[in-house]
Nanobody, 120 residues
């Protein structure tokens, strides 16, 4: 069974940094895109950043502050978050399209989420 597990969330002061990690485990044949989304209280889940092959892209709201990177050997994606603002407070979710062993197509998976709180 394939699963995504996030870590690295917590409480940080404005201007601070955090690094989130998300590791995929299970019977994995290949991983296509890996991405981060977030959901603030009372708001819809929104896209943060994505890594597809050698390409990355991110939301305008985090450009220049957040960096997504990937270690394909470890099936892990990272989100380095710098210059954090109170409006970055949200539950951050890892997302990946994974082709499990024996399957001919990729399936969309979500992690359980990790809380990031930016407050003084």
């Amino acid at each position: 069974q394939v699963q995504l597990v996030e870590s690295g969330g917590g409480l940080v002061q404005p201007g601070g940094s955090l690094r989130l990690s998300c590791t995929a485990s299970g019977s994995i044949s290949s991983i296509n895109a890996m991405a981060w989304y977030r959901q603030a209280p009372g708001k819809q889940r929104e896209f943060v950043a994505q890594s597809i092959g050698d390409h990355t892209n991110s939301a305008d709201s985090v450009k220049g502050r957040f960096t997504i990177s990937r270690d394909s050997d470890k099936n892990t994606v990272y989100l380095q978050m710098n210059s954090l603002k109170p409006e970055d407070t949200a539950v951050y979710y890892c997302n990946a399209v994974i082709q499990a062993t024996g399957q001919s197509w990729g399936v969309n998976y979500w992690g359980q989420g990790t809380q990031v709180t930016v407050s003084s």
